[in-house]
């Protein structure tokens, strides 16, 4: 791997984005080598938490690689959106919790890729935005689908629109991140929630996170009944028996499975 770095630790994988002369812009290259690297990964029952973030202090990604774009007809453009919804759609529905550490610049395709991420912990230097439009495009790695489904469709025609730049503080406030932490402190944050996490039943998460991110897209009723079906698949765990005869005997679960 030339632009993406990785390797883990303790059942966390850790990827960083490694372009810092560019801003870690997301060329195909590097969109590319992040989509092997979670197709690895999401098959491993040894990894629980995934945690992305870019090189270097100034920027998470700032956005696509302008400089590969510029020169594409329109059906080279709707490829290359199509190849990257693919990839950061792997990222969203991998079985493991995926959380964005945001260090710096989060703008076009680097916000699209922290709202592919489950949780977005955000340094108090970061920076979010949406600039397609200033350069006579659209947000295309499913940023117009993505964004309203996390800040509200109003909020999120207003930034794609005008292509305001919004920091942390504000970026927490229309709930586009989870967390804001002192620059020094995002890993260390980071950790610790992915820890967090880690200590609860992996199996049950893999499954609310599944129920979550596909009930939004069904009605009521079809939504209601598929939480039903891994609410179910529960039952057919180790994790739920320890998890209930831990709390019944007043102990600390000791969850195996995922």
């Known amino acids: 791997m030339e632009n993406v770095l990785f390797n883990e630790k303790d059942g966390i994988m850790f990827i960083t984005i490694n372009r810092p002369k560019a801003l ?6 590097t969109v590319n080598e992040l989509g092997e690297v979670i197709s690895s990964v999401e098959k491993r029952k040894d990894i629980k938490v995934v945690i992305i973030t870019g090189s270097g202090e100034k920027s998470f990604v700032a956005g696509a690689d302008i400089a590969e774009m510029h020169n594409l007809n329109a059906m080279e453009g709707r490829e290359l959106a199509l190849n990257a919804q693919k990839v950061f759609s792997k990222i969203e529905q991998m079985p493991q919790v995926v959380i964005a550490a945001v260090n710096g610049y989060a703008l076009g395709g ?6 592919a991420c489950d949780l977005r912990i955000a340094s108090e230097k970061a920076k979010f935005g949406q600039p397609e439009v200033n350069l006579g495009i659209l947000p295309g790695f499913a940023g117009t689908q993505r964004l309203p489904r996390l800040v509200g469709k109003g909020v999120a025609k207003e930034l794609i629109f005008t292509t ?6 504000r970026a927490y406030e229309i709930g586009l991140v989870n967390k804001v932490v002192k620059p020094e402190e995002l890993m260390p944050a980071t950790e610790e929630m992915a820890r967090k996490i880690m200590s609860k039943g992996m199996f049950g998460v893999s499954l609310a996170k599944a129920a ?3 009930g939004m897209n069904m009605d009521m009723e079809s939504a209601y009944k598929y939480e039903a079906d891994m609410f179910g698949l529960c039952f057919a765990t ?3 028996k320890e ?3 831990a709390f019944l005997n007043k102990r600390k679960a000791e969850f195996k499975n995922f």
């Open 212 to 214: 979550i991110n596909n």
């Open 238 to 240: 180790e994790d739920q």
């Open 164 to 169: 305001d730049m919004i920091d942390a503080q």
């Open 24 to 29: 870690n812009a997301l060329n195909s290259q």
């Open 110 to 115: 680097g916000c699209e890729l922290s709202m």
């Open 243 to 245: 998890g209930m005869e």
